[in-house]
């Protein structure tokens, strides 16, 4: 019998940011059962040739590079095939503003937040991997999904989790909402060595495969910060009632904890295509070839408090929820400044943490750090958080 809440496939879906690590993997599901999707536009940065392969393989409509350097590459792969080329930061946006039912939002950094927000006018579902949108102009977009009636899936997998496990028809009893966090290469690594890690070390996470920004920011715990920030947006609760748990095993996503003493959480492999599949046939579950979870086989399951002082970034991040205005959108573009410094060689692992605090320090002092109300408020705040950085960080390089 079908469920009556499972909307006739086929459904219309684009994917920004399909190259990246959430985009292929996102795609990998969605070629499974292609006769459950109907691909409208896929976007990626500047992977002209990549780009093109995806959108043969799924029959998409549209294809876009955000570089228009790009855009000669895209329309000779895709010559023959029918699919439109288009390129610029302009027509990403307008393939996120395309008709659909679902658009998963997976491209990396504030460059993201423009198109997730043109996404909202035109679909009914946004599954959100870009977390950047929520640290830099969360309120904004969240407001404009409410008023859209749109419904904000996330893909993260600890919100992925915590949405599992939030009873919303209880939200008065949630006495703590807790991310986990496996801890990143450097858990145990002596002090003494941290300023010296190279980005080839960091590029090493323990359990999850990721793109090269989010694997750096798992390493600094930067990533469990912006995920606090994008906590508070997605479940409406403040520090007060939020959580980091460092857990290495990454098998134990998130948690809910209730007033009446129960703890629930949500368990799985660490494999993205979980959460993306949860997202994609939300309201129902379907199968993945996720691998089950063998708890026998794992044996045990460990836990520690996180330490603020190996992972300064942690501490930031929730300096800037706790503060609010525009400190959160200032600390995402300070992180991805430093980075990018940081995957470029020019500046060491501790420099990060240096990096965004005095371009949070200095952002401050020009007293323009309000809460952006407006994407044109939001970008021109994230604009000055790159200037301060850039030339904070020409101070650090080594
Ligand atoms: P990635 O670097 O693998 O892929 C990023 C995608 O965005 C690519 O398709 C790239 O072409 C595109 N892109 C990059 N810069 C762009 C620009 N300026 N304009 C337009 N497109 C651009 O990144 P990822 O690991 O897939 O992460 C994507 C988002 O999902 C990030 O916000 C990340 O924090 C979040 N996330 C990722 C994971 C994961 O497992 N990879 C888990 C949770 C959350
Ligand atoms: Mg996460």
Redesign the pocket.
């Known amino acids: 019998m079908t469920d009556p809440r499972d909307p006739a496939p086929p459904r219309r879906l684009s994917i920004l940011g399909a190259t990246g690590s959430i985009g292929t993997s996102t795609l990998d599901l969605v070629q499974r059962h292609p006769e459950r999707w109907t691909v409208v536009a896929v976007t990626a940065n500047g992977n002209a040739t990549a780009l093109a392969r995806t959108a043969r393989a799924v029959g998409a409509e549209l294809a876009v590079v955000a570089d228009p350097a790009a855009y000669a590459d895209l329309k000779a792969a895709l010559a023959g095939s029918g699919i439109e080329a288009a390129a610029g930061p302009s027509a990403v946006i307008e393939a996120a503003a395309r008709s659909t039912d679902i658009v998963v939002s997976a491209i990396v950094g504030a460059a993201g937040l423009a198109p997730s927000l043109a996404a909202l006018a035109a679909t009914r579902i946004v599954a959100l991997a870009n977390k950047e949108t929520l640290v830099c102009a969360g309120n904004l977009f969240m407001r404009e999904a409410a008023r859209r009636e749109v419904t904000v899936l996330p893909v993260?997998?600890?919100?992925n989790a915590i949405f599992q496990a939030l009873e919303t028809r209880n939200m008065a009893a949630v006495a703590e909402i807790i991310l986990t966090a496996s801890g990143g290469p450097f858990r145990t690594t002596p002090l003494e060595r941290m300023a010296a890690l190279r980005p080839e070390d960091a590029l090493k996470h323990p359990n999850w495969s990721m793109g090269r920004k989010v694997t750096i920011d798992s390493a600094t715990l930067m990533?469990k910060g912006l995920?606090l920030i994008e906590a508070h947006h997605l479940f409406g609760v403040g520090l007060d009632r939020l959580g980091v748990l460092v857990h290495p095993q990454s098998v134990i996503h998130g948690l809910v904890r209730y007033s009446d003493g129960s703890l629930l959480a949500e368990l799985g492999s660490p494999d993205m295509r979980t959460p993306i599949g949860y997202c994609l046939d939300w309201p129902v579950r379907r199968p993945t070839p996720v691998a089950p979870l063998d708890l026998a086989a794992l044996g045990q399951l460990t836990f520690e408090k996180p330490d603020r002082l190996r992972f300064p970034c942690l501490a930031l991040a929730e300096a800037a929820l706790a503060e609010g205005r525009g400190q959160p959108c200032v600390l995402n573009a300070a992180n991805e400044i430093a980075v990018e410094n940081y995957l470029a060689g020019r500046i060491g692992y501790t420099d990060i943490a240096v990096t965004v605090e005095m371009t949070l320090d200095r952002a401050i002092a020009t007293g323009a750090v309000a809460d952006p109300g407006s994407l044109e408020e939001a970008t021109r705040l994230d604009d000055l958080a790159r200037r301060i950085a850039a030339e904070v960080v020409t101070t650090r390089i080594r």
């Open positions: 993260d997998s600890e919100h990533n995920e």
